[in-house]
């Protein structure tokens, strides 16, 4: 079992920047598709960034250019920097984890569908 916390979130203007994290417990972050998701109320929980075993990355059309996702392997973390953040970036920010250390193909869109979730950050921007 794998145990996600995620940290980090806050209130910032449009414009500005955050970093949230994701911390593991139990297993490695390493070469495993792992990947954040975000969801406000009423709308489908919408994939952001993922990254797979192999560590290529992929992001939503929406935060491309803005958002990086990247790992520590050393500190067993996931991170997501978020720059130029718009009011629309406003939601609860999630991480998830495959269960298995593979090298599979690792889409934004399969996050919110992969095995181990925390328990999520808010992050709210203000216009």
């Known amino acids: 079992q794998m145990n996600l916390v995620e940290s980090g979130g806050g209130s910032v203007q449009a414009g500005g920047s955050l970093r949230v994290s994701c911390t593991a417990s139990g297993d490695t972050v390493s070469r495993r598709c792992m990947g954040w998701f975000r969801q406000t109320p009423g709308k489908e929980r919408e994939g952001v960034a993922s990254?797979?075993?192999?560590?290529?990355?992929y992001y939503a059309d929406s935060v491309k250019g803005r958002f990086t996702i990247s790992r520590d392997n050393a500190k067993n973390t996931l991170y997501l920097q978020m720059n130029s953040l718009k009011p629309e970036d406003t939601a609860i920010y999630y991480c998830?984890?495959?269960?298995?250390?593979?090298?599979?193909?690792?889409?934004?869109?399969?996050?919110?569908?992969?095995?181990?979730w925390g328990q999520g950050t808010q992050v709210t921007v203000s216009s």
């Open positions: 990254i797979s075993g192999g560590d290529t990355t």
């Open positions: 998830a984890a495959h269960r298995a250390r593979v090298d599979i193909y690792c889409p934004v869109s399969a996050v919110p569908q992969l095995d181990y």
